[in-house]
């Protein structure tokens, strides 16, 4: 049998006690033990970014971590965006700019952009492609994705304002 | 596309890695940013039967600049370069390199040490350390010992570093105001592995050369420093005739190979281009 591990993870505000080989992916480990199927995985090489979420606030590959390391630390995923019914202003935004097609990279490219923006909500709109450039989209062409991500920035710092 | 199965070791301290190092030497590796061991194991290129996880090792989390240069701790990750870490060219040179690796959330897990113990030929960080000679501080159970970057790199994935070794700190020389840097990298897409890539550095007093780097990445085994044409740009003055000559001589310099990215021909005219405008930025 293989070793589990007894490991504790604090994933959108809430607790979830898993046993998990070390060797699954902190994506895997969201799906399949926590039940979180929003994040998605594609290519599990670190390549297409379907799987980012964030850890302690930072945006990562959660198929470039094992769960095991996530221990201690917070997780956020695309189940933790919405406010209740109330999207987020980026889920709001790739809604309204036709930001998602297929919306099987959407997870990510929302935790990216959600990231990004905490660390800087100014970004440009060279900032913001830069970022964006990590994740690959075969729907949408990117254009929408950069508008959407442009505007909800707006809104954000907005409501930060008000 | 996942990892095979491994026992996973995760030390609170420096001493206790180096024992666990000390003990299971060939079969284990060191997980720091992971990003580029992680893929590699999903991929079961790399099946280490043991994992030592230092991210807990808060003391090889830091930059530290003394007199005369920044020291890196192991755990130090790319994005802490995203803007300068010191004043001055150094600084300047790091912040703009960094933007061309890999991509964002790579950076937010991936170090500065991983990624010269990787030795990947075509990693900035490498570029930047045999340009810069820097100094490498490995630690073991046994001690320690200072290894310069022009006897680290032994080629594609292979440095000096012993099985029970780690890459604890990288030191590299602080640069005078009078310095200016210049950096140009090509790759295909943003982010992809460059095809080819240059550092330059420049000291200049009164409009002659008075001290130079020059190094090119992503076309050998490892990056090359073209130590020939520093000498031969070192009392000429600062013009675009020299810039012209140097990046002609570096085209000739250096026997690329050719792989499915690009042919050898094309290497060398990229060597030239980025000698080319590197040189450029750092005498402008």
Redesign the interface.
């Known amino acids: 049998m293989p070793d589990k591990r007894d490991v504790t993870l604090a994933v959108n505000g809430k607790t979830y006690a898993v046993s998990i080989e070390p060797r699954r992916s902190l994506a895997n480990v969201l799906r399949d033990d926590c039940g979180l199927t929003g994040t998605h995985l594609g290519c599990e090489h670190g390549v297409c970014g379907a799987c980012t979420v964030l850890v302690n606030d930072k945006p990562v590959r959660s198929c470039l971590m094992f769960g095991v390391q996530a221990e201690g630390k917070t997780v956020r995923t695309v189940e933790g965006l919405a406010d209740g019914e109330t999207l987020h202003p980026l889920q709001q935004a790739f809604w309204e700019n036709h930001g998602l097609q297929c919306g099987f990279c959407t997870p990510g490219f929302l935790m990216l952009a959600a990231g990004a923006l905490q660390e800087n909500p100014d970004m440009s709109d060279d900032d913001i492609k830069d970022v964006l450039s990590s994740n690959l989209c075969r729907c949408t062409g990117y254009q929408n994705i950069v508008k959407a991500v442009r505007l909800a920035a707006r809104e954000m710092r907005a409501r930060a304002r008000a | ?8 070791l ?1 030390p609170a301290g420096l001493g206790e890695a180096l024992a666990l190092l000390a003990t299971h030497k060939d079969d284990c590796k060191i ?1 720091a940013g ?2 580029s061991l ?2 590699a194991m ?2 079961r290129l790399a099946r280490p039967a043991i ?1 030592i ?1 230092i ?1 807990d090792l808060d003391e090889l989390d830091y930059l530290r600049a003394d007199a005369d240069q920044l020291k890196i701790g192991a755990l130090t990750r790319h ?1 802490a370069f995203h803007r300068p870490v010191v004043e001055g060219p150094l600084g300047t040179l790091l912040a703009k390199v960094v ?1 061309h690796i ?5 950076r ?2 991936g170090t500065f040490a991983g990624s010269l113990s990787h030795a990947d030929p075509a990693s900035e960080w490498c570029l930047v350390a045999t340009t810069l000679r820097a100094e490498m501080v490995a630690k073991s159970a046994r001690g320690e010992r200072v290894i310069a970057a022009s006897d680290f790199f032994h080629g594609t994935f292979t440095t000096a570093l012993e099985p029970d070794e780690i890459l604890a700190e990288i030191r590299l020389p602080l640069m005078t105001p009078d310095w200016r840097v210049g950096f140009y990298e090509f790759s295909r ?3 992809d592995f460059a095809l080819g890539m240059a550092v330059a550095a420049t000291r200049v007093e009164d409009g002659t050369i008075r001290e130079a780097r020059l190094a090119v990445g992503g076309v050998a085994d490892r990056a090359i420093r073209l130590g020939l044409l520093e000498d031969q740009l070192v009392g000429k003055p600062a013009s675009l005739a020299i810039i012209d000559a140097i990046a002609r001589e570096a085209r000739g310099m250096i026997e690329p190979n050719g792989d499915i990215h690009a042919s050898p021909e094309y290497r060398r005219d990229l060597i030239a281009a980025s000698v080319k405008r590197a040189l450029t930025e750092a005498l402008a």
């Open positions: 596309m996942k990892a095979a199965a491994f026992d996973y995760r997980l992971g990003q992680v893929p999903n991929f994992l996880d991210n994005a933007r890999a991509h964002y959330p790579i937010q897990r897409r943003a982010g």
